[in-house]
C-alpha cells in the first residue's frame, strides 16, 4: 500500500506562483507513475502532469509551459510548481500514484487563484 499527503495550496493571485508537494509513503518502489490531477466545481477531474519512474514527465496543453511536475527521491515527494495561474486553474489539486495493482489518491488541496 502507497498512502499520499498534500500540501501547498492557498490563496494566489492571478499570474502568481504556487508549489504543491505530496509526500508518499509505503510501497514505494511499486510506483509506476506519479501525477497530480484537479477537480473544479461541476467539473470531471482532470490530469495536470504526470511523471514516470523513468522520469517522462507529460502535461496537457492547458499548463504546458506553466506547470512542472517533478519527483525528489530522497524525501519521497512528487512537487508541482505552478507558475503564471490563472482564475481557471483554481480546483482541488489532488496527488495521484499507479502501480500495477492499481492507483492510491491524496485527499486533496484546494488552489484558488483569485484577486
Known amino acids: 500500500q502507497v498512502q499520499l499527503v498534500e500540501s501547498g495550496g492557498g490563496l494566489v493571485q492571478p499570474g502568481g506562483s504556487l508549489r504543491l508537494s505530496c509526500t508518499v509513503s509505503?510501497?514505494?518502489?511499486?510506483?509506476?507513475?506519479w501525477g497530480w490531477y484537479r477537480q473544479a466545481p461541476g467539473k470531471q477531474r482532470e490530469l495536470v502532469a504526470t511523471?514516470?519512474?523513468?522520469?517522462?514527465?507529460n502535461y496537457p496543453d492547458s499548463v504546458k509551459g506553466r506547470f512542472t511536475i517533478s519527483r525528489d527521491n530522497a524525501k519521497n515527494t512528487v512537487d508541482l510548481q505552478m507558475s503564471s495561474l490563472k482564475p481557471e486553474d483554481t480546483a482541488v489539486y489532488y496527488c495521484?500514484?499507479?502501480?500495477?495493482?492499481?492507483?492510491?489518491w491524496g485527499q486533496g488541496t484546494q488552489v484558488t487563484v483569485s484577486s
Open positions: 509505503g510501497s514505494i518502489f511499486t510506483i509506476l507513475t
Open positions: 511523471i514516470t519512474r523513468g522520469g517522462l514527465t
Open positions: 495521484n500514484i499507479r502501480t500495477a495493482a492499481g492507483g492510491n
